[in-house]
């Protein structure tokens, strides 16, 4: 058991964690949070609901991590039960009531009052389930019911394992992001989808609902206090935004969005949204090289690799305030881009980048069994590629595992595809569970078109699009054939430094190269990019990306500690390079 803390630790809410909205994109006045403090059991495969509930934990927090108040190893052959009551207020009185999971990891079945109201599949993305029909007067009974079999099965979990080891982590099992309630009328908005047109000057805005016939729905833009447009819609229309002013790190202006929609000229729902007018497209620079564009302009990309975990919180953050951290500090630090490692944050996660500004790359998270370390390891650092058709090879042979992986990928696209920060979508990282990743890196950029894609991230390019990408540790970095397209460092460095006091297991510690000292390791870093990385701009690099913000359990090679503590490298001299690092 571990007991290594993030700084913000002791600063925790067990009463209610993570109290704050947890959809930014689409607010409502009137909520209900869920998380706190809930009962639970642990059966066996066969059993059914348990007579009792003996254990309490916190929930957002997975049974596996220091915040839950838990910390234990869910097997396989265990089944995973919450119960929690809770009593509605007045704001739902005529409305209905639909009950959210920002995310549950993997299966799981929900219960209201002892009535099944639905199942869910995939543990990253959100779900939710009207539940008026089931509730009571008076205290009400939510039960939930999880399976999650980690690396023991094929779905979709990222580095998640049993057992931990090397850059393999600890695993998230059942509920570990925000549950809550919403009312809602029965005319009311379920989704929006924003796409920004800097050069139309134009947003288009498609509105999804429940029984919007006969009602009339109305939008209003503002930028700060000034009015930009007020007027009737429809459920698929273009706004007009004139003059727009565009986001970019360096200005990330975001215009606020209302949604009203009236039935009998009666208000009966209204949310909250925002969006930025900003552009990612690719072009060539006035010396006929292709560059990634921002608003139109070459716009060159120093990111970091993010996989966003927590060492008390595993994949929850610990607080609202940890995030900000994460973004804010790699921003002071001169970084632009964040690439989100096989991971799927919290949508307010999502939020402080879009204002904060830092572009954010999204990895769809990894699946399969475990593959071949010749596959993913040796060929590719022989520059040897394999055709992705081979599915046995890469741990994909079951139909069902291909289908699985792509509905979730859309899942996931669904899900963020209004987060302005989002520049680009990463179906496949170094082969982990990779298929026919050309087809669906096409069908995503086709679905997507407003996006950046890069189809394999790191190994076995199938010369799809959008990048040439390359990952390069201990052997040097060259620029490779492209096929025209725009080179990316999409991982690279891992430089690594065991720090005293701020180690997930100091005797177990992971890297790639070890350092001994911060001067050294900053010397190294600084050494790194003068003489191997800066010099590749001018041929073409468009984009790097370093690993890693944090150190994370026995990997030692975050730019911080694992509890966010203590920054290993030298400031100026990241600072320094960060500066360097540009068109």
């Known amino acids: 058991m571990n007991d290594l803390k993030t700084r913000w630790f002791d600063e925790v809410d067990r009463s209610c964690p993570h109290s704050e909205y947890p959809r930014p994109q689409m607010e409502r006045k009137d909520w209900m949070?869920?998380?706190?403090?809930?009962?639970?059991?642990?059966?066996?495969?066969?059993?059914?609901?348990?007579?009792?509930?003996?254990?309490?934990?916190?929930?957002?927090?997975?049974?596996?991590?220091?915040?839950?108040?838990?910390?234990?190893?869910f097997e396989p052959d265990e089944r995973l039960w919450y119960r929690k009551t809770?009593?509605?207020?007045?704001?739902?009185?005529?409305?209905?009531?639909?009950?959210?999971?920002?995310?549950?990891?993997?299966?799981?079945?929900?219960?209201?009052?002892?009535?099944s109201v639905g199942t869910h599949t995939g543990g990253y993305c959100p779900f939710s389930f009207d539940i008026t029909d089931c509730l009571a007067d008076g205290?009400?009974?939510?039960?939930?019911?999880?399976?999650?079999?980690?690396?023991?099965?094929?779905?979709?979990?990222?580095?998640?394992?049993?057992?931990?080891?090397?850059?393999?982590?600890?695993?998230?099992?059942?509920?570990?992001?925000?549950?809550?309630?919403?009312?809602?009328a029965q005319s009311h908005i379920t989704s929006i989808r924003l796409t920004p047109d800097i050069d139309?000057?134009?947003?288009?805005?498609?509105?999804?609902?429940?029984?919007?016939?006969?009602?009339?729905?109305?939008?209003?833009?503002?930028?700060?206090?000034?009015?930009?447009?007020?007027?009737?819609?429809?459920v698929e229309s273009v706004i007009p935004v004139p003059s727009a002013k565009l986001w970019s790190p360096e200005s990330p202006f975001l215009y606020d969005l209302y949604i009203t929609v009236k039935k009998d000229g009666e208000v009966v729902d209204s949310v909250k949204s925002y969006f930025g007018m900003r552009k990612f497209s690719i072009g060539k620079d006035e010396k006929g090289i292709a560059r990634l564009l921002l608003n139109n302009e070459p716009y060159f990309q120093r990111g970091l690799l993010d996989q966003g975990y927590w060492s008390d919180g595993g994949l929850t953050p610990t607080n609202d305030e940890a995030m900000i951290f994460d973004i804010s500090e790699m921003k002071r630090l001169g970084f632009n881009m964040l690439r989100k490692h096989i991971k799927v944050e919290p949508l307010r996660w999502y939020y402080h980048c879009d204002r904060l500004g830092m572009i954010v790359w999204q990895d769809m998270m990894s699946g399969g069994e475990h593959i071949d370390n010749v596959l993913v390891g040796a060929l590719p650092?022989?520059?040897?590629?394999?055709?992705?058709?081979?599915?046995?090879?890469?741990?994909?042979?079951?139909?069902?595992?291909?289908?699985?992986?792509?509905?979730?990928?859309?899942?996931?696209?669904?899900?963020?595809?209004?987060?302005?920060?989002?520049?680009?979508?990463?179906?496949?990282?170094?082969?982990?569970?990779?298929?026919?990743?050309?087809?669906?890196?096409?069908?995503v950029k086709a679905y997507d078109p407003s996006r950046w894609v890069d189809h394999a991230s790191g190994w076995h390019d199938q010369k799809g699009c959008d990048f040439k990408s390359e990952h390069r540790y201990i052997l040097p970095v060259y620029f490779p054939k492209t096929n025209g397209r725009p080179f990316v460092l999409s991982e690279y460095g891992g430089y690594s430094m065991i720090l005293d006091n701020h180690v997930w297991n100091k005797l177990k510690s992971f890297g790639y190269i070890m350092f001994?000292?911060?001067?050294?390791?900053?010397?190294?870093?600084?050494?790194?990019?003068?003489?191997?990385?800066?010099?590749?701009?001018?041929?073409?690099?468009?984009?790097?990306?370093?690993?890693?913000?944090?150190?994370?359990e026995f990997e030692v090679n975050g730019i911080y500690t694992y509890d966010r503590k203590v920054l290993k490298l030298d400031e100026d001299v990241v600072k320094e390079i960060n500066s360097k690092l540009t068109y």
């Open 516 to 552: 001994k000292s911060k001067e050294k390791l900053s010397a190294a870093y600084k050494k790194l990019h003068e003489k191997q990385v800066i010099p590749l701009i001018k041929k073409g690099l468009c984009a790097t990306v370093y690993t890693q913000v944090s150190d994370v």
């Open 33 to 73: 949070c869920l998380n706190g403090p809930c009962e639970y059991e642990i059966t066996s495969v066969g059993a059914g609901r348990p007579e009792k509930f003996s254990g309490k934990i916190i929930l957002p927090f997975a049974i596996e991590s220091q915040l839950s108040g838990v910390q234990r190893t």
């Open 381 to 443: 650092n022989l520059n040897i590629t394999v055709k992705d058709n081979k599915y046995t090879w890469f741990s994909r042979g079951e139909k069902q595992w291909r289908d699985d992986f792509e509905r979730e990928l859309y899942e996931m696209i669904d899900n963020l595809y209004n987060c302005v920060s989002i520049g680009c979508w990463v179906p496949f990282n170094e082969g982990w569970g990779q298929f026919d990743a050309k087809r669906i890196g096409d069908n």
């Open 86 to 115: 809770f009593t509605l207020d007045s704001s739902f009185d005529a409305k209905r009531c639909i009950l959210h999971f920002g995310a549950v990891d993997w299966q799981c079945e929900v219960f209201v009052n002892g009535k």
């Open 200 to 234: 139309s000057e134009t947003l288009n805005l498609v509105c999804k609902g429940e029984s919007l016939d006969g009602c009339t729905i109305e939008a209003k833009v503002m930028d700060g206090e000034t009015e930009v447009f007020n007027g009737e819609i429809a």
């Open 139 to 184: 205290e009400n009974e939510l039960v939930v019911k999880v399976y999650d079999p980690t690396d023991k099965g094929w779905q979709q979990r990222g580095k998640q394992v049993l057992k931990s080891k090397g850059f393999w982590y600890t695993a998230t099992s059942g509920i570990w992001q925000t549950v809550w309630l919403e009312p809602v």
